[in-house]
């Protein structure tokens, strides 16, 4: 039941990819363990959630909740981007499958460092103390969260580093796939769009080597306007491209 709503699904998500043509038509071993191994990252955000017993300790649980709810879309987003490679590549090569298990390395990895992070900033918002054996835990200092934001800094580059050596591993091998101009051109357009994504990492990694993890963690703000200033020069490229496509076809159908 599910593949059959997969399958109707495929050609209207395909048809909204900025015109790719999906090659992936399976669900291969390469992604089958990338699922598993996501659906582990997720359990582990929730395994220290205990059912609770008494109304206290359910609400101490809620206060995770928002928490929890940023890490797993983080996730979500994660595995959405691979997903998305593979349906438009649908490659299994040496290289490939290393990269992946680089990915997948880095996913299960920071689990806990992410949930760590999210939980520091949403109780430091609220102003939730946490306790443990009825005491109530210190709040981290300076120097901690500049570690703290390093950590983060370099697992979030690590991401976005493999997946730009992914889509440049699949633009080396556009003559083999078969790329159109258009998807070529969407090819390199995902590495640059991940070239920034690494670029504003290193900026939040070097401020919190100089001890500002405030600015360390606000410079991941910029996320939003670069990466629509990127979109909006790429959506020029795509409708020049398309236009030029359509002209080629008609002229090869006169």
């Known amino acids: ?42 359990t582990l955000l929730v395994v220290s959630l205990e059912v609770p017993k008494t109304f206290g300790e359910l ?8 928490s929890f709810g940023m890490c797993f879309a983080l996730l979500l987003l994660i595995w959405h981007a691979q997903y998305l490679y593979f ?26 460092p992410l949930k760590f992070l999210f939980s520091a900033l949403v109780d ?19 120097e901690e969260w500049s570690q703290l934001m390093l950590i983060y800094g370099a697992g979030f580059m690590g991401v976005y580093v493999i997946f730009a050596l992914l889509y440049r591993h699949a633009y080396r091998l556009r003559d083999a796939l078969e790329l159109t101009p258009m998807e070529a ?39 939003g306007p670069m990466q629509t200033m990127l979109g909006m020069k790429h959506g020029k490229r795509r409708r020049a491209l398309s236009g030029g496509e359509l002209l080629v076809g008609s002229s090869v159908d006169g």
């Open 59 to 66: 609400r101490e649980m809620m206060c995770g909740f928002v």
């Open 185 to 223: 051109y969407e090819t390199q357009g995902v590495v640059q769009e991940q070239l920034v994504m690494i670029s504003i990492g290193a900026l939040s990694c070097g401020l919190a080597l100089m001890r500002q993890p405030s600015l360390s963690g606000m410079v991941y703000m910029l996320i």
């Open 124 to 142: 430091t918002a609220t102003g939730y103390q946490a306790m443990k054996d009825g005491v109530a835990i210190p709040r981290m200092n300076r």
């Open 87 to 112: 349906r438009r590549y649908a490659l299994d090569d040496r290289r490939t499958f290393l990269l992946n298990a680089a990915l997948l390395f880095v996913v299960a990895f920071y689990i806990y």
């Open 1 to 42: 039941m599910l593949q059959d709503a997969h399958d109707r699904l495929r050609p209207a998500l395909a048809k909204r990819d900025h015109g790719f043509r999906w090659r992936g038509h399976d669900i291969s071993r390469i992604e089958g363990l990338s699922d598993a191994v996501f659906a582990f990252a997720i």
